[in-house]
């Protein structure tokens, strides 16, 4: 992580990215129990909030980035993941399976919401990209579930579309909660710089005064 992060935290030139910070990943009646845990026992959301607080009084965009199975079916990730959760969710009328993005960080006015159906990542078939490109993005700060999955997948596919990343460690969880760490050390950080909530709403506090 360079010396000042500040650098590359320009408001004008950065997006945040909430990843997957749904009601039935995160919520009571999630779907993944042991991450939804795990976000708790870390107060995930709280510190998601901080850093959108600042970034909001900064200037800087929000995106919310979440995922909804069809009603027929179609479009779902032929994975065992998806398999698994297609089980566990089996009962369940469509409608039950809450995808809104949890109360506590609710999306305000004039932050965006993209839904998509298929993939595991942010950028896949949902519209981010062409909206980064609009505002003329150059880094991402991305936070949310899972440093498994979901915040490796949009790392990397951030970076091959030539954006800058930036991941503060306590705005991700993982499920093992153990599991965080040796992502974060041996993958994350080769795609994306490491930062905290405190260090990047810091920085925009200052840029907003």
């Not at 909001?56 to 079916?73: E, I, L, M, Q, S």
């Not at 994975?79 to 698994?84: G, V, W």
């Not at 809104?100 to 919401?113: C, K, M, N, R, T």
């Not at 595991?120 to 990209?129: I, M, V």
Request: with cysteine.
């Amino acid at each position: 992580m360079p010396t000042e992060l500040s650098a590359y935290l320009d408001p004008s030139q950065c997006a945040l990215v909430v990843f997957e910070c749904q009601e039935n990943v995160l919520g009571p009646a999630s779907l993944l129990p042991g991450l939804a845990a795990a976000a708790k026992e870390a107060d995930l959301l709280g510190r998601i909030r901080v850093v959108l607080e600042a970034g909001r009084k900064a200037g800087v965009p929000v995106f919310y980035c979440t995922a909804r199975t069809r009603p027929d079916g179609l479009a779902a990730s032929p994975t065992p993941l998806m398999d698994r959760l297609a089980l566990r969710s089996s009962g369940r009328a469509v409608g039950d399976v809450d995808t809104s993005v949890v109360a506590p960080i609710q999306p305000e006015e004039g932050d965006v919401v993209l839904v998509r159906e298929h993939g595991l990542s942010a950028f896949h078939e949902s519209g981010l990209d062409p909206c980064l490109r609009d505002l003329g993005t150059r880094t991402l700060v991305l936070m949310g579930v899972s440093l498994n999955i979901g915040i490796f997948g949009s790392a990397l596919e951030a970076v091959n579309r030539g954006l800058r990343v930036v991941v503060p460690r306590d705005c991700t969880v993982s499920d093992p909660p153990e599991y965080a760490e040796v992502i974060l050390r041996n993958s994350i950080r080769h795609l994306a710089y490491l930062s905290d909530s405190e260090e990047i709403s810091e920085i925009w506090k200052a840029m907003a005064d």
